[in-house]
């Protein structure tokens, strides 16, 4: 079982940046892969972004080049840095984790983030 926990989402201007944080319970975070979706209100959860065990990272075309994910392993953390940020980018955001060998998805509570133009 996986347990995650995110942070850091808030109400940012236009332009204005937030780092979310999302920590992960258990001994097998290294070998997860995480990912950052999103659902604003009305619509459905889209990806924002993923990264593989290894690092590899992908994103949706709309945050290509201001939103950075990244992970520590040492702490079990995965984290969404957003630069940027347009009024479009409103939404809860969900971390989430993938155990690919078990095939199991994990969610978070999800934190809202709100960007006033």
């Known amino acids: 079982q996986v347990q995650l926990v995110e942070s850091g989402g808030g109400l940012v201007q236009a332009g204005g940046s937030l780092r979310l944080s999302c920590a992960a319970s258990?001994?097998?975070?290294?070998?997860?892969?995480m990912a950052w979706y999103r659902q604003a209100p009305g619509e459905q959860r889209e990806l924002v972004a993923g990264i593989t065990p290894g690092g590899s990272t992908n994103y949706a075309d709309s945050v290509k080049g201001r939103f950075t994910i990244s992970r520590d392993n040492a702490k079990n953390t995965v984290y969404l840095q957003m630069n940027s940020l347009k009024p479009e980018d409103t939404a809860v955001y969900y971390c989430?984790?993938?155990?690919?060998?078990?095939?199991?998805?994990?969610w978070g509570q999800g934190t809202q983030v709100t960007v006033s133009s």
């Open positions: 989430n984790a993938e155990w690919v060998a078990l095939r199991r998805a994990y």
């Open positions: 258990g001994s097998r975070f290294s070998i997860l892969a």
